[in-house]
């Protein structure tokens, strides 16, 4: 047989499965997001901002988790419903707008 | 209240003693002298443009900056006579449910003192309640109108997604923002949402065509045969004060005609977190602008003076949308909210509105510097609305006395008038 066997639909099987691709938080380099952020911070907002954050976003991974209260209806994982904007769609709409030529600031 | 009585009650407050302003008009801008809202006096949340104004959004960094153009809702607003007098506090760039981070100081609560206005448009809520104008517009994010709206027992309604322009308002979150009415009654609110609702060609995202009028529907409210959707439970931390005054105004609703539908409301912790996950994605994007090219001191010293939460929102935001996180964390809040945007749908199969408490406690002390995920619990109730896109609007139960609790009823998406009728229609049964 090529390729994987499909995945069993989560409605029947039961499926919950953690967020495998959950980012082990506690390593969060608060310094080097804040420069890609062009956030300047002090060494007590460094601090104060890393548990925090580390705390967030422990709180916030979403796991996916099969839909057991609306029998009947498709089951839509975090993997398997649609993006609401799919990457063609974006590219279109950037598509629809004129190429810039040149630096925004150069006169 | 007339233009000019409004005016002078607001020039008595003189030093504002509950911060509802962050700045007062000079003059009143005077709206047409015709017009469903003629007469009627105007708060303006500070982070929607009129020109010739400040639009400080409650922070430092934007101090100075005076509007060079006003917002297609506050446009509308003048065209249908209201008379805007001021630009309400609010928490720094709308980032807050409690009232308590605008750089210019904390809002007082006049129905509830010593207790949170709720934000973000705190503002807007607290001089509704003193009764110092008709009429506030605030914005909507995650339940920025409703939050205030309930805790200082005023009505304020977040219409569907794309039913008012959102031209001139510096956004916290362009995908689940809308410009929110706020009155002390259902039919204040109606008159002035009946006066902004529709497309505007300077905002692709407004909905076509022209909506329903809400205001008839409101004057005569009709709920015979309603199916209201009543949740069976309540998500986790909804105070008992609040679950009793809620199971009354649904029976009281039943009382008048209405057929209760007992049904489950989606997951209140996926929900919280999807709301988050994509506020900071799209609040760190849309902060990017404010790097002192344009707004602000040159250089990136001016994002020195940003708040602690704006901060912590720009660090998250940028680290969920960088490069390897971004399909963990952006990408699959988007498609969380696809399917809580399907529960939705679903729920409004077997029911024609859904009714819960608006926020899970009442208004919670001043002062108590919860946590951040504390904070955010408070938003448990309402960050569905924005995240399906549905309209759904607040209007206040019995005051307790812990202060006050607000009604909160959602709707299909497009159907504004119906929700307003239905609160209109719980005021006429309240007690």
Known sequence: MLGRPPRPHPCRSGFSASNHARPVTSELDVARIARLANLPLTEDEETALRAACAQLLDAFSLADVPDEETPGRPCPTFEDAPVPWPEEGIEAILAAFPKREGRLLET | ?431
Not at chain 2, 67 to 78: M, N
Not at chain 2, 127 to 146: I, K, M, Q
Request: charged content about 20%.
């Open chain 2, 1 to 431: 209240m007339s233009a000019e009585a409004g005016h002078a009650a607001l020039a008595r407050i003189g030093d504002d003693p509950h911060r509802a302003y962050v700045s007062l008009l000079e003059e009143p801008l005077a709206g047409a002298p015709d017009g469903p809202l003629a007469g009627l006096t105007l708060a303006v949340k500070d982070n929607l443009a009129v020109r010739g104004a400040r639009l400080t959004c409650a922070s430092r960094l934007l101090e100075d900056h005076v509007a060079p153009y006003t917002a297609t809702v506050v446009e509308r607003a003048l065209a249908a006579g209201a008379t805007v007098v001021g630009k309400a506090n609010l928490d720094e760039f709308a980032a807050g449910s409690r009232g308590e981070r605008s750089a210019f100081g904390a809002t007082e609560n006049p129905a509830a003192p010593q207790r949170v206005t709720g934000g973000s448009s705190s503002g807007c809520g607290a001089t509704l309640a003193a009764g110092h104008v008709d009429l506030a517009l605030g914005t909507d994010t995650g339940g920025s109108v409703r939050a205030p709206g309930a805790y200082c027992g005023v009505a304020a309604f977040k219409p569907s997604y794309g039913r008012l322009s959102r031209w001139g308002l510096v956004d916290l979150a362009m995908s689940l923002d809308q410009p929110g009415p706020m009155a002390r009654d259902t039919a204040g609110v109606a008159a002035l949402y009946d006066a902004l609702a529709g497309p505007d060609p300077r905002d692709p995202t407004t909905l076509p065509g022209a909506p329903e009028p809400a205001s008839p529907r409101v004057a005569a409210p009709e709920l015979d045969g309603v199916r209201l959707g009543v949740p069976v439970s309540l998500p986790e931390g909804v105070d008992d004060a609040i679950e009793r005054a809620f199971r009354g105004a649904c029976d009281r609703l039943v009382g008048a005609g209405a057929v209760a539908v007992e049904l489950t409301l989606p997951d209140a912790k996926d929900a919280l977190a999807t709301y988050y996950v994509t506020n900071y994605a799209e609040f760190a994007s849309g902060m990017q602008k404010f790097d002192g090219t344009i707004f602000g001191a040159p250089g990136l010293a001016s994002r020195e003076l940003l708040g602690p939460e704006v901060k912590r929102r720009i660090l998250l935001g940028t680290y969920i949308t960088a490069k390897g996180q971004r399909s963990a964390w952006y990408d699959r809040a988007r498609r969380a909210r696809a399917a809580l945007e399907h529960r939705w749908a679903a729920l409004f199969e077997t029911a024609d509105l859904v009714l819960t408490p608006t926020m899970p406690t009442p208004p919670p002390r001043r002062g108590e510097h919860p946590s951040p995920l504390e904070e955010y619990a408070a938003d448990v109730l309402t960050v569905h609305a924005n995240l399906a896109r549905i309209p759904a609007g607040t209007v206040p139960l019995p005051t307790t006395d812990e202060g006050p609790m607000g009604l909160q009823v959602l709707g299909p998406a497009g159907c504004d008038a119906a929700v307003l009728e239905a609160m209109a229609a719980y005021e006429e049964v309240r007690a």
